[in-house]
């Protein structure tokens, strides 16, 4: 099968490594395989270390001409038979340049529980043969927004089953963990929807408890000026790190006593696919498609989403249990090999195209 890939961002993200699994594995098995990404960004990069075959357009946002005109062209010349659109910009470019020549289906990916507010939005997924949700929750969302149930699939997120990077006892004492303290991380962009305010301040109340436990932050975004501001405000000082955007994620996770995911609205989360793939206990929220991943007190603990003081007790709980804590971290890897992983995600993503192609 001929396919193309489009996907628009700059940054790298947890999106664009499912984007990157989902083309490489098609490859693999011998399929014709095409990415159209944002010229000069992370993706293009990776994808193109990879072996693919990369075409870097222009980006600039949901009405982007040269990137559409750019899109089309590439389409003449291609003849994909699926055109598969990995967020709402390249899906809106995606429409519009079908709309100048060769019009293969489009199957746009879904990969957050945020409502379809604007007519535009509504409309542009309402194009395309089949909209992928990455877990049920996205997909409750969609149907709520009207896109029909027929149009609609089911294609859990899947990262690669791996064991974890080495380097992660000395990638935390290099951020100023001590060596034997215990260790919750998160890793996620620092944006509203993560909510790592509520993170912070359970860190205050396991702090109190336990005051050699550690937190690490690993990620970037627009509310990290905010969520210093509360730090200082609640008196974390060393106790909390803000460790920034990290090229040794995978070493990180692996260090990690607990990975807590405090997000408030979450369509899956690749950050927990990872951590319950190198079987660390798992604390998180009951927000979106979390629970389809975490069974409470099987595979992770969950808690109401906004509430300090119940995600604290659940950290705390796994804290001052290593035994608990491993026999969660050994059920989440459970999960993990029976639903999450890239290999099940490629053979599904396969199966919808050939439904429409």
């Given at each position: ?9 700059r ?6 490594s499912?984007v ?10 011998g399929?014709q ?11 293009e ?16 946002g ?10 089309a ?18 899906l ?6 079908t709309?100048?020549?060769?019009r293969p289906?489009l199957?746009a990916?879904?990969?957050?529980d945020f409502a ?12 395309a043969a ?8 996205v997909?409750g969302?969609?149907l709520?927004?009207g ?13 690669p089953d791996?064991?974890p990077a080495?380097?992660?006892q000395?990638?935390?004492?290099a951020l100023g963990?001590p ?5 919750v ?9 993560k909510?790592q305010?509520?993170?912070l301040?359970?860190?205050?109340l ?15 975004g ?6 210093e ?20 994620v ?7 006593d607990?990975f807590c995911?405090?997000?408030h609205?979450e369509?899956?989360?690749?950050s927990?696919?990872?951590a319950?793939?190198?079987?660390r206990?798992?604390v998180a929220t ?10 409470d007190g099987?595979s992770g603990?969950l ?5 300090p ?19 969660l ?6 999960r993990f090999?029976e ?8 053979e599904?993503t396969?199966r919808?195209?050939e439904?429409?192609a």
């Amino acid at each position: 099968m001929n396919v193309l890939h489009v996907d628009s961002a700059r940054g790298w993200r947890g999106g664009q490594s499912q984007v990157l699994l989902t083309a490489r594995g098609q490859a693999r098995r011998g399929h014709q395989v095409l990415l159209a990404c944002q010229r000069g960004g992370a993706l293009e990069e990776r994808a193109g270390a990879a072996g693919l075959d990369v075409h870097g357009l222009r980006f600039q946002g949901d009405l982007s001409p040269l990137a559409v005109a750019a899109l089309a062209g590439l389409v003449r010349r291609a003849r994909p038979q699926v055109i598969q659109a990995h967020d709402p910009h390249a899906l809106s470019c995606a429409v519009l340049a079908t709309r100048l020549g060769p019009r293969p289906p489009l199957v746009a990916t879904r990969r957050v529980d945020f409502a379809l507010r604007r007519r535009w939005s509504r409309w542009k997924y309402g194009r395309a043969a089949r909209v992928v949700a990455v877990s049920e929750a996205v997909r409750g969302v969609l149907l709520q927004d009207g896109l029909p149930e027929p149009i609609l699939r089911l294609v859990y997120e899947g990262v690669p089953d791996r064991a974890p990077a080495a380097g992660g006892q000395d990638a935390l004492r290099a951020l100023g963990v001590p060596k034997g303290a215990p260790v919750v991380g998160n890793v996620a962009a620092l944006a509203e929807h993560k909510d790592q305010a509520t993170l912070l301040r359970a860190a205050r109340l396991v702090i109190e408890r336990r005051p050699e436990a550690r937190v690490v932050i690993v990620g970037e975004g627009p509310l990290r000026a905010p969520l210093e501001a509360l730090h200082r405000e609640l008196g974390l000082g060393a106790a909390c790190v803000f460790a920034g955007f990290r090229t040794d994620v995978e070493a990180l996770l692996g260090a990690f006593d607990v990975f807590c995911l405090s997000s408030h609205m979450e369509g899956l989360g690749t950050s927990l696919l990872d951590a319950m793939a190198f079987a660390r206990p798992v604390v998180a929220t009951r927000a979106g498609g979390i629970p389809e991943a975490v069974e409470d007190g099987v595979s992770g603990r969950l808690v109401p989403p906004r509430d300090p003081e119940a995600l604290a007790a659940g950290l705390l709980e796994v804290l001052e249990d290593p035994q608990r804590g491993a026999a969660l971290g050994a059920g989440g890897r459970r999960r993990f090999l029976e639903r999450f992983t890239d290999e099940r995600m490629v053979e599904a993503t396969l199966r919808v195209y050939e439904e429409i192609a």
